[in-house]
């Protein structure tokens, strides 16, 4: 079975579980299900009763979809993603927006923890991304058979929604509460960075660090889908005063910044359909 076999398979299932096409996609990352608390449910689906969906091996992930309302509009929340460094391949990372963009989706909302590479910034804050650097040594573009499910050389000039920026950005202004813009770098993970990595990526102008959404970026481009995403920043990188990793702080922090997150997406969507 090709790739667009298996993606048809997972939509058919999904369509006769009652989700309708053109929903918003909404990927949401580690720390920030917070959201999922204002949505009208009508469906939640375990990844594991999705046709040839992957399994999700993130401790903490839930790994479920969820299908309802926000603020009048239809949204498929993916809580939980993929990784290169739990030895999927990219086709199987991304699988989320491939299906998303078969049930009609145009528009993709990402969140995702990451450290902050730039020590302006504090813990608990949301950075908008602005552009990204691949550091995954990978692509989801550069795999075999992907020329079935779309072009391979994909345009990266602005790859997150200028409209959707502007938006962000006024929404965080008009509630009066800090919304930084910055640079985004994926690494491959799962290990935490050293000290001399978090200079060099300093060196070559990141913002935030983490070990997700830039493949998920790349096929939303490759699909023509409208893209904005925000890291919520769980830690700060400072080579000079490294601690090592406390999860709770992390997860404490990611649940400080979901909350100004939460009212962005919630304000993107109500402009939806003005």
């Given at each position: 079975?090709?790739?667009?076999?298996?993606?048809?398979?997972?939509?058919?299932?999904?369509?006769?579980?009652?989700?309708?096409?053109g929903a918003v996609g909404i990927i949401l990352g580690t720390g920030v299900g917070d959201?999922?608390?204002?949505?009208?449910?009508e469906r939640e689906i375990p990844y594991s009763?999705?046709?040839?969906f992957p399994k999700p091996t993130m401790e903490f992930h839930k790994g479920r979809l969820i299908y309802g309302s926000l603020e009048n509009n239809k949204v498929v929340i993916f809580e939980g993603r993929f990784h290169a460094y739990e030895g999927l391949s990219y086709f199987e990372i991304t699988y989320p927006v491939r299906?998303?963009?078969?049930?009609?989706?145009?528009?993709?909302?990402?969140?995702?923890?990451?450290g902050a590479i730039n020590?302006?910034?504090?813990?608990?804050?949301?950075?908008?991304?602005?552009?990204?650097?691949n550091l995954q040594a990978g692509?989801?573009?550069?795999e075999k058979g992907i020329e079935e499910l779309g072009e391979r050389f994909v345009d990266m000039?602005?790859?997150?929604?200028?409209?959707?920026?502007?938006?962000?950005?006024?929404?965080?202004?008009?509630?009066?509460?800090?919304?930084?813009?910055?640079v985004y770098a994926a690494v491959t993970g799962p290990q935490l960075e050293t000290k001399a990595e978090y200079r060099y990526l300093k060196i070559i102008g990141v913002d935030a660090v983490g070990m997700s959404t830039v493949p998920e970026v790349i096929v939303a481009n490759q699909l023509k889908m409208e893209c904005i995403a925000f890291s919520v920043l769980t830690d700060l990188c400072d080579p000079q005063n490294l601690a090592p990793i406390n999860i709770e702080d992390i997860m404490a922090s990611a649940k400080k910044a979901e909350q100004s997150l939460i009212i962005i997406v919630k304000e993107l969507l109500s402009t939806q359909k003005k």
């Open positions: 079975m090709n790739k667009q076999e298996k993606i048809n398979q997972s939509q058919v299932f999904l369509t006769n579980m009652g989700i309708e096409a959201l999922i608390d204002q949505i009208q449910i009763a999705i046709p040839h299906l998303m963009h078969a049930m009609g989706a145009q528009q993709l909302i990402i969140s995702n923890a990451a020590l302006a910034f504090k813990k608990g804050e949301v950075m908008l991304i602005e552009d990204h650097i692509s989801p573009l550069a000039s602005a790859p997150y929604s200028p409209k959707l920026i502007r938006k962000a950005k006024s929404i965080a202004q008009r509630n009066n509460f800090a919304l930084h813009a910055g």
